[in-house]
């Protein structure tokens, strides 16, 4: 036990605490250590879970076998170019700051998955550099991680799904009076340009696109301070229907189409107070042409 603690004390960046301290705070988070004498090749494997449990050896015939029976063929060869001993010696010689870190992941053979993630930890004493290789099993944040990936895959494929329903989307932020484009019309994306306010953008695109006798009500319906007041969990949105301008002098003034515009609540705060809308236009000329208002 003594001897494992003081082999983890060696480890950069807890240089203040005692041996027992470093050793607990490395046990909380990494399962294995291993380290590397660069000069004789050297090393000496420890379970940081079994205190007890020490092996010496050849790094090189460690490292092989690992490779042959530890690791997923196809991460062989890249495990084996950021952990053999020359990979070291070079990093090491190259180190001019104090402290450096290399992170190297793997599969372990089989079925299911198991990810290990080796973090490679160079450090200059006075007598050289120092290499310690740490280990843990991260399947469960990789996993999660795969699931995040995953939900925003999911998410980009309904965007593009919906932009042949909606041809605009917008994602606002009501607390801040921002807004950022998930999808628009070309022109209207060179009309607003960067602009990032919901509100002088709301102004931008009215002033260009509604019909002047649908203006203020498309104005006051989407207002920053309306969508505020009006959207709660259970009234969940506000829509209104306007018409949209021709686009360029030579369209007939009396070519508009009918839009429906909706504002949907996507997240609240405290008491139920709005904090972000997604808001979406939609052609309706097709299905509904009725008389102007």
């Given at each position: 036990m003594e001897r494992n603690e003081a082999m983890l004390a060696k480890t950069p960046g807890l240089g203040t605490l005692s041996d027992r301290e470093m050793a607990a705070i490395l046990r909380s988070r990494f399962k294995t250590m291993n380290t590397v004498d660069l000069a004789t090749g050297a090393c000496r494997w420890a379970d940081l879970t079994q205190p007890d449990i020490v092996q010496c050896g050849d790094y090189r015939r460690f490292l092989q076998n690992a490779l042959s029976s530890h690791i997923h063929p196809e991460d062989v060869s890249r495990v084996q170019a950021a952990l053999s001993l020359e990979h070291l010696r070079e990093e090491a010689g190259r180190l001019k700051e104090d402290f450096k870190e290399e992170v190297c992941l793997y599969r372990r053979p089989g079925e299911p998955v198991c990810w290990i993630e080796q973090r490679i930890i160079y450090s200059r004493r006075d007598s050289g550099v120092a290499v310690n290789i740490l280990g843990q099993d991260i399947t469960q944040e990789k996993r999660q991680e795969e699931d995040r990936l995953q939900l925003l895959e999911d998410r980009e494929y309904i965007i593009s799904s919906l932009s042949t329903l909606f041809f605009s989307t917008y994602y606002i932020d009501l607390e801040q009076n921002t807004f950022r484009a998930v999808t628009q019309l070309r022109h209207v994306g060179d009309l607003?340009?960067?602009?990032?306010?919901?509100?002088?953008?709301?102004?931008?695109?009215?002033?260009?696109?509604?019909?002047?006798?649908?203006?203020?009500?498309?104005?006051?319906?989407?207002?920053?301070?309306?969508?505020?007041?009006?959207?709660?969990?259970?009234?969940?949105?506000?829509?209104?229907?306007?018409?949209?301008?021709?686009?360029?002098?030579?369209?007939?003034?009396?070519?508009?189409?009918?839009?429906?515009?909706?504002?949907?609540?996507?997240?609240?705060?405290?008491?139920?107070?709005?904090?972000?809308?997604?808001?979406?236009?939609?052609?309706?000329?097709?299905?509904?042409?009725?008389?102007?208002?």
């Open positions: 607003l340009g960067s602009e990032v306010n919901f509100a002088a953008a709301l102004q931008i695109y009215a002033n260009h696109f509604v019909h002047p006798d649908d203006r203020a009500e498309y104005l006051r319906v989407m207002d920053v301070e309306n969508l505020r007041q009006n959207l709660r969990w259970w009234q969940s949105y506000v829509a209104m229907e306007y018409r949209k301008l021709p686009e360029g002098p030579a369209a007939p003034p009396d070519s508009w189409e009918r839009v429906r515009a909706t504002a949907v609540l996507a997240r609240s705060g405290a008491n139920d107070l709005p904090k972000t809308a997604v808001y979406v236009a939609q052609n309706i000329t097709g299905s509904r042409r009725g008389p102007e208002r």
